[in-house]
């Protein structure tokens, strides 16, 4: 069936230590991949996306890598700051009956960062 | 800059009642949709619209309904409530399907009893 789900609930890093959020898909039909950020009582907020016919992506401090094979997609934040803390969620686009597309979420990484 | 707006921001209901939770976008951006947020099951997408007109089901669409008679609104309508309805909805929309980008409302909390 499709979904996108995630290997860790919670993850704890040092302030200023690398971060590295993970995520598996079942979805092989996918066009693209995206990452979220959810800080408290706010909505979403997008981060960066990576193609199907890409492996690694970079944006400021944040780099995705997608690895088809295993159906794996992961977002690294470099030198974490306090203000990275937040809930990530990956997300896939699916085709609908008629083709069109709708963002499936999966449930989310709780990033939390140790002064 | 107003970007999406979603009103109301709370509401309690009564179980049965008939409730519309309102979406209006400036960005004129075609695709729209409506996710719940429970906690621990992350999103869940009830329906979207790719563009004005159509509307298509999402993961988990019993008990909902929408309609997209322009490209600015998208109304999300519960016709009889039940608690199991109680979550943050939040509305979503998208200025092209060939990206990710998807641009959040601040979210409607909806408690059921």
């Known amino acids: 069936g499709e979904s996108v789900g995630l290997h860790l609930p919670t993850l704890s890093v040092q302030e200023g230590d690398n971060s590295i959020i993970n995520c598996a898909y079942s979805n092989s039909a996918s066009d693209y991949f995206i990452w979220y950020k959810q800080e408290s009582g706010k909505g979403p907020q997008f981060i960066i996306d990576i193609r199907s016919n890409m492996d690694k992506r970079q944006g400021q401090r944040v780099t995705v890598l997608l690895n088809k094979t295993v159906k794996h997609l992961s977002l690294q934040i470099a030198a974490t700051q306090p203000g990275d803390s937040a809930v990530y969620f990956c997300?896939?686009?699916?085709?609908?009956?008629?083709?069109?597309?709708?963002?499936?979420f999966g449930k989310g990484t709780r990033l939390h960062i140790l002064p | 800059i107003a970007g999406i707006t979603q009103a109301p921001t709370s509401q309690i209901l009564a179980a049965g009642r008939r409730m519309t939770l309102r979406c209006t976008q400036d960005m004129r951006h075609n695709a729209m949709y409506w996710y719940r947020q429970d906690l621990g099951l992350g999103l869940r997408l009830i329906h979207y619209?790719?563009?004005?007109?159509?509307?298509g089901k999402g993961e988990v669409p019993d008990g909902y309904s929408v309609s997209r008679a322009n490209t600015d609104d998208f109304p999300l309508t519960l016709a009889s409530a039940v608690p199991s309805q109680t979550s943050v909805y939040f509305c979503a929309s998208s200025g092209s399907v060939d990206t990710g980008e998807l641009f959040f409302g601040e979210g409607s909390r909806l408690t059921v009893l």
């Open positions: 619209s790719n563009t004005a007109g159509t509307t």
């Open positions: 997300a896939e686009n699916n085709k609908g009956p008629r083709g069109d597309d709708k963002i499936i």
